[in-house]
């Protein structure tokens, strides 16, 4: 892939899809938010035409709007058209990110209900314990990858063999390779590459729901085969429930733990106040996903209708990308938006989601959050970069922005664990 690159007068900006594109989007959102609101372009690989909508009103009003959908079923050609699914994944696709209401009610309220406080502060003791244990045995080595060593671990430890009852095995390790290589995909990819990442995660999800049936315990899986059972959900929905869960949990999580801590250690007057004003990390976290968030974009929407945004008609079955990295950086919408600002008051961002597509694990995801940084920048409190900021090595796709590695310097902090960030989920 050949890095391009448009310029003019005020700056030059990368085009779409291009490794300097993936190393930086913000220029890019820039220009078209400014020149094209809606960009109509094509995704390469299985070429897929979509429409990127770069401005935060257009980004906003999309969630909500009638004639736009998170169905399939309106998608007329191409990939995403029901009639090129595969015949085995249809209950892999029947999950809460590609299904409207009522389907989408009924799965949620499954979610929600078992996705409650009381489990989540259950599990907070643990968490910390087992942050604290991270920074345990990175704090002598005087270096880590905050990636390998500390924000992935994190997830698929509390998330995954806690939460929802994944014990751990070389199956599991190759599902967690294969979902985060499934959302964020080299750019060649075609149908048939992501059908064998999906069939290979299928069998692994059918077979883990075998499992739970034979040996129910306290736990998320467990809670959503009772649900099957009692004819809450169908077969196809516990599928997709359980596929929603697995997918939007842990690669989002590792990429906004590791966005965040990269954001700090290239603001170090924002890594010093943090540390000294401990109490600004729930308005950090928000600032976290405004600025540099896992998700770049929103899943993906569909036209029902014929539909005019910002003067650009976008046809009827057409694939909607919201841009939410560019909306975040919308300078009508935030003062200084390009600035780094973790006292920031007003922060309306749409890192989550919004209104019945909100995500259900975005308390999840602020509070481990919040308790992984808060316990590393008071823990290890010189943390440096290991390397050049143009250094680091991004993932592709369009979904989620993450890094591969995320390497530092310290000094060794021998000792027992002293960080806790402690706080009660209200419902």
Same mark, same amino acid.
């Given at each position: ?14 085009? *779409? ?37 770069? @401005? ?30 595969? @015949?085995?994944?249809?209950?892999? $696709?029947?999950?809460?990110? #590609? ?13 929600? @209900? ?35 060593? *500390? ?49 290979? #995660? ?5 077979? =883990? ?6 040996? &129910? ?6 809670? *959503? ?24 949990? *842990?690669?989002? +999580? ?56 910002? !003067? ?16 975040? @950086? ?12 973790? +006292? ?12 019945? $597509?909100?995500? &259900? ?21 010189? =943390? ?12 592709? !796709? ?16 021998? !000792? ?12």
């Amino acid at each position: 892939m050949t890095p391009q690159a448009h310029k003019t007068e005020e700056y030059s900006y990368p085009e *779409f899809f291009t490794d300097d594109f993936i190393k930086n989007p913000y220029p890019t959102y820039a220009h078209l938010r400014e020149n094209e609101p809606v960009f109509h372009t094509t995704y390469p690989g299985e070429p897929v035409e979509i429409y990127v909508l770069s @401005r935060y009103d257009d980004v906003k009003e999309a969630f909500s709007h009638p004639c736009i959908s998170k169905q399939r079923k309106h998608v007329t050609q191409g990939l995403l058209a029901p009639n090129a699914m595969h @015949r085995k994944l249809k209950g892999f $696709h029947t999950n809460l990110v #590609m299904v409207d209401p009522p389907v989408h009610t009924r799965m949620r309220k499954v979610v929600t @209900r078992e996705l409650n406080p009381a489990r989540i502060n259950a599990l907070k003791e643990r968490a910390q314990e087992y942050i604290d244990e991270l920074i345990d045995a990175m704090a002598p080595r005087g270096e880590a990858d905050l990636i390998g060593d *500390f924000a992935n671990p994190l997830p698929t430890k509390v998330l995954g063999e806690w939460m929802l009852g994944i014990p751990p095995s070389k199956e599991w390790d190759e599902f967690l390779e294969k979902s985060t290589l499934l959302v964020t995909p080299r750019y060649d990819y075609r149908a048939e590459d992501y059908d064998a990442l999906k069939l290979t #995660m299928n069998e692994f999800i059918l077979d =883990l729901l075998e499992h739970k049936r034979a040996n &129910p315990a306290d736990d998320l899986l467990t809670a *959503f085969v009772t649900a099957h059972a009692n004819g809450e959900i169908d077969d196809d929905e516990v599928i997709g429930i359980t596929v929603t869960m697995l997918l939007a949990g *842990f690669a989002s +999580t590792t990429f906004l733990i590791g966005n965040a801590a990269l954001a700090l250690l290239t603001h170090p007057d924002q890594m010093k106040l943090l540390q000294e004003r401990p109490e600004l990390l729930d308005s950090a976290v928000e600032e976290f996903i405004r600025y540099d968030g896992s998700m770049q974009t929103a899943t993906f929407r569909f036209t029902s209708e014929d539909l005019e945004i910002q !003067g650009t008609t976008i046809p009827r079955g057409s694939i909607i990308v919201l841009a939410l990295a560019s909306a975040h @950086r919308d300078p009508d919408a935030f003062e200084r938006p390009d600035e780094f600002d973790i +006292t920031r008051g007003h922060n309306p961002h749409m890192g989550f989601g919004l209104g019945v $597509h909100s995500c &259900p694990g975005n308390r999840l995801g602020r509070l481990f959050t919040k308790m992984a940084i808060g316990s590393l920048v008071q823990r290890i409190p010189d =943390l440096t970069l290991a390397v050049d900021p143009d250094e680091l090595k991004w993932r592709p !796709g369009l979904l989620h922005r993450g890094l591969f590695e995320l390497p530092v310097r310290f000094t060794p902090q021998p !000792g027992p664990a002293t960080g806790a960030v402690s706080e009660e989920v209200t419902p």
